[in-house]
């Protein structure tokens, strides 16, 4: 399978007053065209840093110190921003959290659409691109697609919202959608619904989906791998059904064994002792040792991500071949 995205060796530190915040330090991983990845981890270990950082959207304080990031080929890290805003919204797009911070309450649901359809292919007239916008609506089930796209934001729900936001996403048939936890402000019923739109767009444009989320809930509906993060680093990647089976890292077992798990039966739910670390003052060595039940004193040195079993990586001095 062709690799869509690349990404290597990403650091993005943010320079605070109080000190460095080495946000994403030494990040790499790949998507594959047509795949979905998860990139899994508790709020502050960096995962929508490293989303962000794809396109280069990061303001300061922060700032991408190193790292390499290729997509279909091209070196983004070398593009000027006129040349990043031409793959924004149309190759790469992204879908956020909030809807209603996605959307101009200006503008009509309809507008957004053809707006992010005609900025991008300037021979189409918005005429054009508002009836491409009734039948993306059609297709993403709003109904009356006709008097909707005449709809201001606040005049939607927040799934109606959502479901605007991924029209617009999908309005110029990307190559690599970010979902940056699309499904977190919404209700459940209304989450399953969206997730299951994700994999039917997905299907039917042969978009690859990286997914930004802290609930494996959805790693498991959603995802074909994972990668899981903790205070800006990779701790594991996997095959979505292998990391459920047979999670090496004991941050991953943690986060397994603290909700339900699809495939396999647990008698109790645990919790992870204590917090992140502060991420100005990181732990010595391996970063989860505070609150690791297995630390050791081999463990104030950083063990390296190594490949496990097939296509199957961790970061642990527990793990076979670890050095
Ligand atoms: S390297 Fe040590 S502290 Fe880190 S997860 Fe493994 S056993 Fe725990």
């Known amino acids: 399978m062709k690799k869509i995205l690349e990404v290597e060796d990403l650091r993005v530190y943010f320079y605070t007053y109080n000190g460095v915040v080495r946000a994403v330090d030494g990040v790499s991983f790949e998507v594959y065209e047509g795949e979905a990845m998860c990139i899994v981890g508790e709020t502050g270990c960096g995962k929508s840093v490293t989303a962000r950082a794809i396109t280069k959207m990061i303001r300061p304080p922060g700032r991408i110190v190193s790292g390499k990031v290729l997509f279909n080929g091209i070196d983004i890290m070398k593009l000027r921003e006129d040349e990043l805003s031409k793959i924004r919204g149309q190759d790469i797009t992204y879908i956020y959290q909030d809807p209603s911070a996605a959307l101009d309450p200006l ?3 309809g507008y957004h659409v053809a707006e992010t359809i005609t900025s991008h292919n300037k021979w189409i007239k918005i005429r054009e691109a508002l009836k491409r916008a009734i039948e993306l609506f059609r297709e993403i089930l709003i109904p009356d697609p006709e008097a909707r796209i005449k709809s201001y934001p606040h005049e939607l729900s927040g799934g109606m919202k959502q479901r605007v936001v991924i029209a617009t996403a999908v309005s110029n048939f990307p190559k690599l959608i970010i979902a ?3 499904t977190t402000a919404l209700d459940v019923t209304i989450q399953a619904q969206i997730l299951d739109l994700l ?3 997905r299907r039917k444009y042969n978009s690859s989906i990286l997914m930004i989320t802290h609930n494996l809930g959805i790693v498991a509906e959603v995802c074909d791998r994972v ?4 205070a800006g680093k990779v701790v594991e990647k996997a095959y979505t059904e292998r990391l459920f089976e047979n999670p090496f890292h004991p941050y991953t077992r943690g986060l397994l064994n603290a909700v339900p798990n699809p495939y ?6 645990e919790t992870i002792p204590g917090s992140v670390p502060d991420m100005i003052n990181i732990p010595e060595g391996c970063r989860f040792r505070p609150r690791c039940p297995y630390a050791t004193n081999r463990c104030f040195k950083e ?3 190594v490949e496990v079993e097939d296509n199957h990586y961790a970061s642990c001095w527990l793990t076979p071949g670890c050095k």
Do not use: I
């Not at 396999?264 to 739910?269: H, I, Q």
């Open 180 to 182: 940056d936890e699309p």
């Open 199 to 201: 994999k039917e767009l």
């Open 303 to 305: 063990p390296d991500l």
């Open 227 to 230: 990668m899981v993060m903790y």
């Open 264 to 269: 396999k039966k647990v008698t109790r739910l």
């Open 107 to 109: 503008y009509t649901a």
